[in-house]
């Protein structure tokens, strides 16, 4: 009997072994199913075309081309997909422009396959990914920065609200969740985003939680 999953997958990576196994450890979760394997540029967006996946797991490092350089033209492809990087690269200058290019988050291959499995699901639920280790290393560069002054010139333009909604994010509630707690309508809160994207100079939700946990507009997790 076919599973009524729904959250549909599509994988990304240039080694068949590391296809295989994503593919059967993500087929036995019942709410879930991959809906294709590619193994390059083209391939990945001629299956997000015909498989319409919800999340794409795309590595980096894909031998002769890098995975980064299309994220974009994936989102062109499909506006609503979910992309969240799966590397062995510790290399924080990828991991933050993967965030950039707005990947909803990023799982380092040397996690257990119980860590994948979340990160999809909460990535697929509108939330982010990183984990603490990452997200550490993340926060260290971003405080290192030059430009003090500038981040906080652009934080001051924040109204009270903005900055409430900015935290919540950082505690990883979607926006009907927010909504729900500032006794406000969704539309507002996707409004107040907008906004705050636009003055903060971040580009999706990723990105505005990294900005927030490194500059003190919200706490990052213990």
Partial sequence: MAKDANIRILIV??????????RMLIDNECDMTVVGKAATRSEALALAETGQP??????????NENGLDFLAELHDAL???????LTGLRDI?????????????????EHAAEVLLKAI???????????????????????QGPSVDGEAAKIS??????????????????NRDIAARLFISETTVTHH?????????????LELVIYAFGNGLAKPPR
Avoid: C, Y
């Fill in 13 to 22: 990576d240039d080694h068949l072994l590391v296809r295989t196994g994503l």
């Fill in 54 to 63: 919800n999340v794409i797991l795309l590595d980096i490092d894909l031998g």
């Fill in 79 to 85: 506006p609503n997909v979910r992309v969240l990087v």
């Fill in 93 to 109: 200058e990828s991991h933050r422009r993967a965030a950039r290019l707005g990947a909803a988050g990023i799982v380092l291959k």
């Fill in 121 to 143: 699901k909460k990535v697929h639920q509108g939330e982010v990914w990183l984990d603490r280790s990452m997200m550490g290393s993340l926060l260290r560069e971003m405080t």
């Fill in 157 to 174: 333009t924040l109204t009270p609200r903005e900055r409430e909604v900015v935290a919540l994010v950082g505690e990883g509630l979607k």
């Fill in 193 to 205: 985003l907008s906004s705050v994207f636009g003055k903060l100079g971040v580009s999706d939700r």
